[in-house]
């Protein structure tokens, strides 16, 4: 047994359905099944009885209920505890791929606001990933794009990320392009099941052009020895880009770019809240007129 368990508990309590409460957690409803059923052999009592299609909760269950809560309100309560009273504060946050640099405005404020805090950040795989750490309260907010409605988190948007191609020096393309101009140019995509692939994939498909993927990687690090080897063009988010020598950065025309931002519990922690008040400082002082 363990506190995925217990959340997994809880919030089937809060949405009565196994769908709605995997929709809420953000992952399948046979992984919550099969999480609910490991707990009901490892505590070796019946949780739930089948009312017609609905699962209910036995009188077991209910009790089991009730300490699960009482269980995770104490953790959290240990959590704000030891954020008072930690010798470094510690910020965690979660993010995927190469996306953290379009933070380094406000971690750059933030650090100033608050030098004491120790900022670890963790580069993984994918959003659902990403989310199901924060849920978990692995880590304390996460930075990311958000595809879909977040049940039960909060999106707090920061400055948009551009979307550029970038391509080897010389590479025979005008000074802004169209995803029709990538058909059939050789390029260096993201792997299949990411979601930037996305970003990639349908635009291409609605502009009917082929996508010439000669090489597919998860690794971020392939994406910029490639195009200096000279293997390929690749999406690459303007801030990335700017920063990277010997390669050719095209804008796209119209302009492509992605909502970003902090996504977080309803109730963050004081080092969250003020990072989010330092994302929305500067997100007010990018809008007023030059």
Not at 119 to 142: C, F, S
Not at 224 to 229: D, E, F, N, Q
Request: proline content about 6%; glycine content about 8%; some cysteine.
């Amino acid at each position: 047994m363990n506190l995925q368990h217990l959340r997994y508990l809880v919030a089937f309590s809060e949405h009565r359905t196994l769908t709605d409460a995997a929709g809420n957690l953000g992952i399948s409803q046979p992984a919550i099944s099969r999480a609910l059923h490991e707990l009901e052999q490892e505590l070796g009592c019946v949780l739930f009885r089948r009312a017609g299609r609905r699962l209910e909760f036995t009188s077991a269950g209910h009790d089991v209920l009730g300490a699960a809560r009482r269980a995770l309100a104490a953790i959290d309560d240990i959590n704000r505890v030891s954020d008072v009273h930690a010798t470094t504060p510690i910020l965690r946050i979660a993010t995927v791929g190469a996306m953290a640099a379009g933070m380094s405005p406000i971690l750059e404020r933030f650090l100033r606001k608050e030098p004491e805090t120790h900022v670890q950040i963790q580069h993984l795989g994918g959003d659902e990933e990403m989310l199901d750490m924060l849920r978990r309260r692995d880590v304390d907010v996460a930075y990311g794009c958000v595809a879909k409605t977040l049940r039960g988190l909060t999106f707090t948007p920061s400055r948009p990320l551009g979307i550029v191609l970038t391509s080897p020096i010389g590479t025979d393309l005008p000074t802004t392009v169209t995803f029709k101009s990538l058909d059939n140019l050789p390029m260096i995509c993201p792997s299949p099941t990411e979601e930037r692939r996305r970003l990639l994939d349908e635009p291409c498909e609605r502009a009917g052009a082929t996508l010439n993927c000669v090489i597919e990687s998860g690794d971020p690090t392939t994406f910029l020895s490639g195009i200096r080897a000279g293997i390929g063009s690749s999406m690459m988010w303007d801030v990335n880009a700017e920063q990277a020598t010997g390669i050719e950065v095209r804008q796209f025309d119209p302009p492509r770019e992605i909502a970003v931002g902090f996504i977080h519990h309803a109730k963050p922690a004081a080092r969250v809240r003020s990072l989010l008040d330092v994302s929305r400082q500067l997100e007010r002082e990018r809008a007023r007129p030059a």
